[in-house]
């Protein structure tokens, strides 16, 4: 005789199954980008296209809200409440008692029907996880040893009168935003589908911070006397920084270009009496994807008039330590904003933005060992304590990772009893030095060399440029492998912010077209002392440029602008030796500058990079609501995409093959 199954019973089995499937399907990765997997069910598609029934949707006015869900405590027992929110997975225990999670973005409520009537049962057993409901009930106390203590609501739970289903979810939603972090589908599918990815906790948390990050920011520069003011996203193409995104017109052959930054605007702000400026900027670069970067990001953007470096960086530091505090209740003073040159950066770190979190610097021992190299060279010196407990594998894929298996200028050994005092015999080139047995001890005890430790050495150009020197990218690999190993330990919770300054004006031009380009910008001032060097020497011209750096990463970067025409123009047409079309396309500037210019100064914040930091995210991605995914491609609307040829043709353009190009 065949057993008979309750509607309750089996709609309790659905949710155990789905629930197991989750926690054992491996996420499948969707092959085409441009295949969406996700459907309302072929049922409803067809009431769509046919009829209209949306008898599972509740029509009519239904109760106001009273509480959010995160509110209710012991203190609201006995109240009478009600509630809206997204419905998780049922737990039906039997016919009489059925617990239903209801979440909103405050928190989460355990709702309960206890024996109540059939209706209500039914209604609970059409329930989809993620339907949109309201829910009216009592709060009671849960009974003595089931409070939850992991949960703020925990302590109660709300015995269930009546629920309104405003709009049931689908049945084949692609992941739940409550499933277990380690069950959820990889992040391309997760980014097709952001809202309900955005559904989750993490998420809603980082993006509600941002909102409180910028306001916190907003609120102090007003307080401060800034004036806040938009500037066009419409611009024109320019010849620095990296590659723009290009709009078409509609007359031929013109275009605008989206801003890198408001760089020039904030600079004719200046001139136009505006002597304190911010934005919360829109920014624009047609840049390849990382970790750390989108095509469009957001920046903090300052300018102010008759300031000097310090000011400004005075001004920065106040409302650091001000989102530092509303964010993670963490106090910052001045101290924690120290100062370093450049050059200090590069000698001793190996890179213009230090992470200064753990020790292990670099040290230069040319001194010791200058017979084997030459005038324009200098050795680099790493000590790595216990470094000696990497294997030869781990320093071989650092090799490959750095591309430094055919560097003949790179050598490390690993110090033993042995060969503690004649280890740069070891070194590769080191080994020719008439110096070998008279240096060992010196340099032993003065950058405290011991058995177990690991030595590497390189020869590089004296010259330091750029951002990083290949020491200073082995010092951060190496790091890294030391703390998944667990012999370098560095607290999560610790801030590490410092001033990096003094950078050299002008770098050697990257594309060799050119002898010079702008090391950041072509805007930037020299420092006074130096203003005789343009003509006689730019490699030695510092710049007032200044980074604000924050545990290894760039999170702002400013200077003191140029404000005499005459200095702009000759850095244009004879350092920088741009074309005279070229530098026409800054004449606005000039123009405005020669109008009575007040000297002047600014910085910008790439505020995504600091949220990730604030949020301990390994991704910007994760601190905005709606990013692009690899090529800069928008899942969830599926763009860039085609336009139609009567679109082309309006604005005067043809799609050519990139091979014909």
Same mark, same amino acid.
């Given at each position: 005789m065949a057993t008979r199954v309750s509607p309750l019973a089996r709609s309790a089995c659905i949710a155990f199954l789905r629930q197991q499937t989750i926690r054992t399907a491996k996420p499948k990765r969707l092959q085409n980008a441009n295949i969406r997997t996700f459907r309302s069910s072929t049922q409803h598609y067809k009431q769509e296209l046919q009829s209209y029934k949306d008898s599972d949707r509740y029509h009519g006015q239904y109760p106001q809200r009273t509480h959010l869900c995160g509110d209710l405590r012991a203190d609201n027992e006995g109240h009478h409440v009600v509630l809206n929110g997204w419905v998780q997975s049922p737990r039906a225990m039997s016919q009489d008692l059925i617990f239903i999670p209801l979440r909103d973005a405050s928190g989460t409520t355990?709702?309960?029907?206890?024996?109540?009537?059939?209706?209500?049962?039914?209604?609970?057993?059409?329930?989809?996880?993620?339907?949109?409901?309201?829910?009216?009930?009592?709060?009671?106390?849960?009974?003595?040893?089931?409070?939850?203590?992991?949960?703020?609501?925990?302590?109660?739970?709300?015995?269930?009168?009546?629920?309104?289903?405003?709009?049931?979810?689908?049945?084949?939603?692609?992941?739940?935003?409550?499933?277990?972090?380690?069950?959820?589908?990889?992040?391309?599918?997760?980014?097709?589908?952001?809202?309900?990815?955005?559904?989750?906790?993490?998420?809603?948390?980082?993006?509600?911070?941002?909102?409180?990050?910028?306001?916190?920011?907003?609120?102090?520069?007003?307080?401060?006397?800034?004036?806040?003011?938009?500037?066009?996203?419409?611009?024109?193409?320019?010849?620095?920084?990296?590659?723009?995104?290009?709009?078409?017109?509609?007359?031929?052959?013109?275009?605008?270009?989206?801003?890198?930054?408001?760089?020039?605007?904030?600079?004719?702000?200046?001139?136009?009496?505006?002597?304190?400026?911010?934005?919360?900027?829109?920014?624009?670069?047609?840049?390849?994807?990382?970790?750390?970067?989108?095509?469009? @990001?957001?920046?903090?953007?300052?300018?102010?008039?008759?300031?000097?470096?310090?000011?400004?960086?005075?001004?920065?530091?106040?409302?650091?330590?001000?989102?530092?505090?509303?964010?993670?209740?963490?106090?910052?003073?001045?101290?924690?904003?120290?100062?370093?040159?450049?050059?200090?950066?590069?000698?001793?770190?190996?890179?213009?933005?230090?992470?200064?979190? @753990?020790?292990?610097?670099?040290?230069?021992?040319?001194?010791?060992?200058?017979?084997?190299?030459?005038?324009?060279?200098?050795?680099?010196?790493?000590?790595?304590?216990?470094?000696?407990?990497?294997?030869?594998?781990?320093?071989?894929?650092?090799?490959?990772?750095?591309?430094?298996?055919?560097?003949?200028?790179?050598?490390?050994?690993?110090?033993?009893?042995?060969?503690?005092?004649?280890?740069?015999?070891?070194?590769?080139r080191l080994k020719h030095s008439n110096q070998i047995g008279q240096v060992e001890a010196d340099m032993n005890n003065k950058m405290d060399i011991q058995v177990g430790d690991l030595v590497l050495v390189h020869k590089r150009e004296s010259y330091l440029n750029g951002g990083n020197t290949l020491m200073g990218r082995v010092r951060l690999h190496l790091a890294n492998l030391l703390q998944e190993k667990g012999l370098l330990k560095i607290d999560p919770n610790t801030y590490k912010f410092l001033w990096i300054e003094s950078f050299p004006l002008f770098s050697p031009d990257e594309q060799n077209i050119r002898t010079w380009q702008a090391t950041h910008h072509p805007f930037t001032a020299p420092f006074d002392e130096d203003i005789p060097l343009l003509t006689t020497d730019p490699a030695k011209v510092r710049g007032q440029h200044y980074d604000l750096v924050l545990n290894g990463m760039e999170i702002g970067g400013g200077s003191i602008r140029i404000h005499s025409p005459i200095m702009q123009r000759f850095i244009f047409d004879h350092v920088l030796q741009l074309e005279k079309h070229e530098y026409q396309r800054f004449d606005h500037l000039l123009d405005a500058l020669s109008a009575g210019c007040p000297p002047h100064g600014g910085i910008a914040l790439g505020f995504d990079r600091l949220m990730s930091i604030l949020c301990n995210t390994s991704s910007i991605r994760d601190v905005i609501a709606f990013p692009k995914a690899a090529g800069g491609k928008d899942l969830v609307v599926n763009s860039p995409s085609e336009v139609s040829p009567d679109q082309l043709k309006e604005y005067y353009l043809q799609v050519v093959d990139k091979d014909n190009v």
């Open positions: 355990q709702l309960v029907f206890r024996s109540g009537s059939p209706e209500l049962r039914a209604e609970i057993q059409r329930l989809t996880p993620e339907s949109v409901v309201c829910a009216e009930g009592i709060v009671m106390k849960r009974p003595d040893g089931m409070s939850n203590k992991q949960q703020s609501t925990g302590a109660i739970e709300v015995e269930l009168k009546r629920i309104y289903c405003l709009n049931p979810a689908s049945s084949s939603l692609p992941f739940w935003p409550s499933q277990p972090a380690t069950t959820l589908p990889n992040e391309e599918v997760r980014l097709r589908y952001r809202y309900l990815d955005l559904r989750r906790p993490e998420l809603q948390k980082n993006i509600r911070l941002r909102s409180v990050v910028i306001n916190t920011v907003r609120q102090h520069l007003i307080d401060n006397g800034f004036t806040e003011i938009e500037t066009p996203t419409l611009f024109k193409s320019t010849p620095e920084g990296a590659r723009e995104f290009i709009v078409p017109t509609r007359k031929p052959g013109a275009f605008y270009a989206l801003p890198q930054s408001p760089q020039q605007h904030k600079q004719m702000l200046m001139a136009a009496g505006f002597d304190r400026y911010f934005q919360v900027a829109r920014c624009f670069r047609d840049e390849d994807l990382r970790a750390d970067r989108q095509p469009e @990001f957001t920046q903090i953007d300052l300018e102010m008039s008759f300031i000097t470096a310090k000011e400004l960086q005075e001004i920065v530091q106040g409302f650091v330590t001000a989102i530092w505090k509303k964010a993670l209740n963490v106090e910052l003073d001045a101290s924690h904003f120290p100062h370093m040159t450049y050059h200090e950066a590069m000698l001793n770190y190996g890179s213009d933005k230090p992470d200064v979190r @753990f020790d292990m610097k670099i040290k230069d021992i040319t001194n010791y060992l200058s017979d084997v190299i030459e005038k324009d060279s200098a050795l680099d010196c790493l000590v790595v304590k216990q470094g000696s407990k990497l294997t030869g594998s781990e320093l071989k894929n650092m090799q490959k990772a750095l591309e430094l298996v055919d560097e003949k200028d790179f050598a490390f050994v690993k110090i033993n009893e042995n060969n503690i005092n004649s280890w740069p015999s070891k070194c590769g």
